[in-house]
């Protein structure tokens, strides 16, 4: 009998390491940081085929800040802007407030917090590959391309939209000049804010260009473009935004801080609702005859109208003319228009209005 159950037991044994495989050492698995072999005191790690390495060694070797909270047995790595969050014998992580599920969850082995190679190192802007006839993993940290972020983000927008039958965003080089200011000023401050130390806040700058109706949406911290579509769509406000119908135009910058090359990247995506829109000078300035307006305009024959407004009562028109207008290839225009001295007008294209006083 009491053979019987040792043999039982053996066999529950067995099945219990097939049904749940221990953590395998790989004392012959080097791991290479930028070049450099990871020294650690504990090897690596082969979990569910995942490779797990030391937690200190590996965050240090990449410039990584790391600290643990025994209260709920988390790991917290901060790298520039990006902060991720892991959890030991759990599958859940957190980068930058949004929750993911890892392939496998860290754990502590000879006393040694153990961390996903792959996840970290991506996260924190790696390529990361296993070389199998070397059995050698490489983690190098990558240049950011910041022009290539932007270009794939709209890349992206585009295809979101298109998806729902809306038409694509198209570029305009008043709203790329200011989303190239307000990111460039972002990475340098270091700070994301809508408010500009120099330019004013977004209605001020928006002026300053000669523009109106423009919103603005930045970001901070996500290293790929894909990351920083799945943070916006996840805020109300700008998911409204990138879902709008009336929304044609826009202009995208990314840029990344100079005091940390890579490590800080910043974008700034500016907005216009409406089928057009002017750039001229909202201060006015007018003189009588030959009027020129400027603008954007999505359609091939827009419809721009003239009002003659009421002096007495300017939300009323006397009356009004239509132009119709053929912007250039990148959507802009420029076009005139013959008013009189003594009138007061209003020049609508979209959802902008120019109001033109010659009193």
Known sequence: MKKCKLFYTAVLLLIACFLFPAAVMAEDMQVKVNGELLITDVPPVIKDYRTLVPMRAICEKLGAVVNYSASDQSVVVQKGVVSLTLYLGSTKAVINGNEITLDVAPDVIEQRTMLPLRFLGESLNCSVNWIAESNLVTVDEVALDADAVAEELLDIINRQRAAIDLQPLLLAKPLEDMAFLQARELALSKKLS????????????????????????????????????????????????????????????????????????????????????????RKGGFAAGEIVVNGFAYAENARMVVYVLNPENPELYLKRFSHYITPAEDKSFSYTINLQAGGLFAVCIGNDRLTIDLR
Not at 208 to 224: I, M, W
Not at 240 to 262: M, N, Q, T
Request: with cysteine; proline share 2%; hydrophobic share 40%.
């Open 194 to 281: 809508h408010i500009s130390v120099t330019r004013g806040d977004l209605q001020q700058r928006s002026q300053q260009a000669g523009l109106v109706n423009v919103s603005e949406l930045l970001s901070a911290g996500s290293y790929d473009a894909q990351s920083i579509w799945n943070e916006w769509i996840n805020i109300p406000e700008y998911r409204a935004l990138l879902y709008a119908e009336d929304v044609r135009f826009a202009g995208i910058h990314a840029c990344y801080s100079p005091a940390k090359g890579a490590d800080d990247l910043y974008v700034s995506l500016e907005l216009v609702r409406g089928d057009g829109f002017f750039v001229n000078d």
